[in-house]
């Protein structure tokens, strides 16, 4: 039999969560504070050339463990993000990021959240204005408060 869970196995856990993810949300909001760190877009050509987050660097998961060292200080903090929450692809380049010694975490929500929160998404033509999902985020506030 499983021994009961804890208080402290949840405060455990959840903080665990906390400091190897993040969200798109908290990831605006870092970007507009100028927080040091690099979004890092791990999908590959097809998807990146299809839109993705203003300011991200395009790093397919292949591609990490032969680029990441020439072009990211290994003390510069990363965030990954793939497509969305049906796809573990953030979680396999947070992985790669990790095997290297960065300070990594994951954007839960992907780029699919990224965009559906209304933030800034650019392609070969420049940005792409989108408006909020109301399903995602509130519509007429900076935050859900959370």
């Not at 590959?44 to 300011?55: C, E, I, K, L």
């Not at 998404?121 to 109301?134: I, S, T």
Request: charged share 20%.
């Amino acid at each position: 039999m499983t021994p009961p869970v804890t208080a402290a196995d949840r405060v455990t856990h959840f903080s665990s969560k906390l400091n190897f993810e993040t969200d798109p949300s908290d990831v605006g909001s870092a970007i507009e504070a100028n927080t040091r760190f690099v979004l890092i877009d791990s999908r590959g050509d097809a998807a990146w050339n299809q839109g993705r987050a203003v300011g991200a660097i395009h790093m397919p998961t292949a591609d990490i463990s032969t680029r990441a060292a020439n072009k990211i200080p290994l003390d510069m903090p990363v965030v990954v993000y793939c497509w969305g929450p049906g796809c573990n692809g953030g979680t396999k380049a947070a992985l790669e990021f990790a095997k290297l010694g960065y300070e990594v975490r994951e954007m839960i929500g992907g780029f699919e959240y990224w965009a559906r929160e209304g933030l800034p998404v650019v392609d070969e033509n420049g940005l792409v204005l989108r408006a909020k999902d109301p399903l995602t985020a509130p519509v007429d506030a900076v935050s859900c408060a959370c």
